[in-house]
């Protein structure tokens, strides 16, 4: 059953509609080979004049193998018909010369080995047809083994010719299967995607990581820090809500300022993806800056003592980009803290410096908290702050560390004061701690 599935099964079918189309487009080619090789006047007078016509159709169909149309659409074809796997073929327009040489030599296999399917599946199965009918009508007999061939006319012979029919069928469908797999295993090779096909794929996944790795980063910081700092201003509310009514209040109004500004991030990170992720003109006018820094020490939920060196702040002096990469890692140590600082009477120092070393200005952020016995705050899932804060820094061409230092806990990081291009995320970022 294998071997007939190999020749009439649904592929096999499939295939061979691949190669009519083929020979369907050949024609028109063929058609004005015909009137050149026939000096002016279209016929298939001789096979020799059809030979001719067919080696000058194909020149001709190789020529329009150059314009763009002809890749999406040969793709399209071999997908349907010549079951290749949708993933090797490339579907867009030959933009490289590789590309379109491909194309030119799928092109002129396709119609050409559509031309000999096609003529063959016209010319063959009426002639086997016949031949099988021979031994039993007396007039085809007459019409077609003319006088001199006695030969053909002894039983033996016409007992043979169903078979030599049935045969030349079969030799049919072994072409067709033949020319069909040819086809198929040609496909990915001349249709796929060229070496300059795979790199600028490879750079459109690249910049969707990248996009996609960004939007991460900046939903873990801001929703998270806010989730650390309501959940911890809420538990300290309870705790007090009998005995300190002035606390409550106040923890209650650093709820609702945390609450008010995480949405409006959280509108922003949104409304960015339904525009399908694609950037601003900075790609970054989401998050907030250094100037937005009094607002979330004020209502972070822990102590801060707040030192700065320089003027931090002024965008004259520190890039917005860095700026905005600085807000987000400052975000995170304060999350940091609350999740392992040891509740709310753990004290922050925060330092913020513009410093020059190595005769290069650059931005440095010094967190240090008490390493607490066990968190304040626990997050199922949590432990990619730090790694985001390092990507933040790598990807302006600085660095960040962090790390138990001298009985606290210590988070550094160095930004250069302009923005610097860098090829990707950092692969060594830290883990949870």
Do not use: K
């Not at 015909?34 to 159709?57: D, I, K, M, R």
């Amino acid at each position: 059953m294998r071997p007939l599935a190999a020749l009439f099964g649904r592929r096999a079918r499939l295939r061979w509609l691949h190669l009519i189309v083929g020979g369907a487009l050949l024609m028109p080619y063929f058609l004005v080979g015909t009137v050149l090789a026939g000096g002016g006047e279209p016929g298939f007078s001789s096979l020799p004049a059809q030979f001719a016509a067919f080696g000058l159709a194909l020149p001709m169909a190789a020529a329009t193998g150059f314009f763009p149309l002809v890749r999406p659409l040969s793709v399209a074809a071999a997908r349907a018909l010549c079951e290749v796997p949708s993933a090797l073929p490339a579907a867009g327009p030959a933009r490289t010369g590789q590309a379109r040489v491909r194309t030119v030599g799928w092109y002129t296999l396709h119609l050409a080995l559509g031309g000999i399917i096609s003529g063959a599946t016209l010319a063959l199965p009426p002639f086997a047809v016949t031949v099988m009918a021979l031994p039993f009508s007396a007039g085809l007999r007459e019409r077609w083994l003319p006088d001199g061939r006695d030969a053909l006319r002894e039983p033996w012979a016409l007992a043979l010719a169903p078979f030599a029919g049935l045969a030349m069928l079969l030799a049919l469908a072994l072409a067709a299967a033949a020319a069909g797999e040819v086809l198929a295993r040609r496909a990915p090779v001349l249709l796929g995607p060229t070496p300059e096909d795979r790199l600028a794929a490879a750079e459109r996944r690249a910049a969707d990581l990248a996009a996609r790795n960004r939007l991460a980063r900046e939903l873990h910081d801001s929703v998270g820090h806010a989730l650390s700092a309501v959940t911890l201003q809420a538990g300290a509310a309870r705790r007090v809500l009998d005995r300190d009514p002035e606390f409550v209040r106040e923890a209650l109004t650093a709820i609702e300022e945390t609450t008010r500004r995480t949405v409006g991030e959280l509108d922003s990170v949104l409304g960015l993806l339904r525009r399908d992720g694609e950037p601003d003109a900075e790609g970054t006018a989401y998050s907030p800056g250094l100037d937005a820094l009094g607002g979330l020490l004020a209502h972070c939920g822990v102590p801060v003592a707040y030192e700065r060196e320089g003027d931090p702040q002024d965008p004259g002096v520190v890039d917005p980009v860095v700026a905005r990469e600085a807000y987000r890692i400052v975000q995170e140590g304060l999350s940091n803290a609350l999740r392992h600082g040891g509740g709310t009477a753990s004290p922050v120092r925060l330092l913020i410096a513009v410093r020059e070393r190595e005769r290069e200005r650059e931005l440095v952020i010094v967190m240090e908290n008490p390493l607490g016995e066990r968190p304040s705050v626990t997050r199922p899932g949590g432990g990619r702050g730090l790694r985001g804060v390092t990507e933040r820094a790598v990807l302006l061409g600085g660095r960040a560390e962090a790390g138990p230092y001298d009985g606290v806990w210590r988070l550094t990081a160095r930004l250069p004061l302009a923005t610097a291009q860098a090829s990707g995320p950092a692969d060594g970022a830290e883990g949870r701690r």
